[in-house]
């Protein structure tokens, strides 16, 4: 387990980056395969072989968010545990002032959900986010096919953030 950003190996039970490593394979040896993931290893038992904890998300997309780490999965989980929102959903990142603001863009189930039921459900969404994560940010919920589809991966995260 490496630091994702230095590379460097972490202490035991820290989270970092998985790199797996075989030495055994002789037709194609993997030295320090970068996963990708993050997770930690386990403190060691009687087991011969080491455990880790479930992988908590991916460092090619993490966002850092005034000191916070948030993944897209985070904000996509509690998407999908409000009522009400459908699964489609764009995250934009923008810093008017001199702080970093996170904007969920998600659309509604029903079209024909007045003004204040929507907000209802962007207060409940926000609530949520803040409660899981530790964040606070802004929900807008709009019409069915208003958030932007796209071939292939979906494009989740659209960073307008100026680097001071």
Same mark, same amino acid.
Request: some cysteine.
């Given at each position: 387990?490496? =630091? ?31 996963? %990708? ?12 072989? %080491? ?8 460092? =090619? ?12 999965? +985070? ?18 990142? =923008? ?20 003004? =204040? ?26 019409? +069915? ?20």
């Amino acid at each position: 387990v490496i =630091d994702p950003v230095t590379g460097r190996p972490v202490v035991d039970g820290e989270k970092g980056e998985l790199v797996f490593t075989s030495l055994t394979k002789e037709a194609f040896p993997i030295i320090r395969y970068r996963t %990708r993931d993050l997770s930690r290893l386990l403190a060691g038992t009687a087991r011969t072989m %080491r455990r880790m904890e479930k992988v908590t998300g991916r460092s =090619d997309d993490m966002i850092i968010l005034r000191g916070v780490n948030v993944f897209p999965t +985070q904000i996509e989980e509690a998407l999908m545990a409000t009522p009400g929102l459908a699964p489609h959903f764009q995250i934009h990142l =923008d810093n008017p002032g001199r702080m970093d603001q996170l904007h969920v863009l998600c659309e509604c189930t029903d079209a024909s959900v007045g003004a =204040d039921a929507r907000a209802a459900v962007a207060k409940s969404l926000a609530a949520r986010i803040k409660d899981t994560v530790g964040i606070s940010v802004t929900i807008d919920v709009v019409n +069915q096919g208003a958030v932007a589809r796209s071939e292939g991966k979906a494009i989740r995260i659209i960073d307008k953030r100026t680097r001071h």
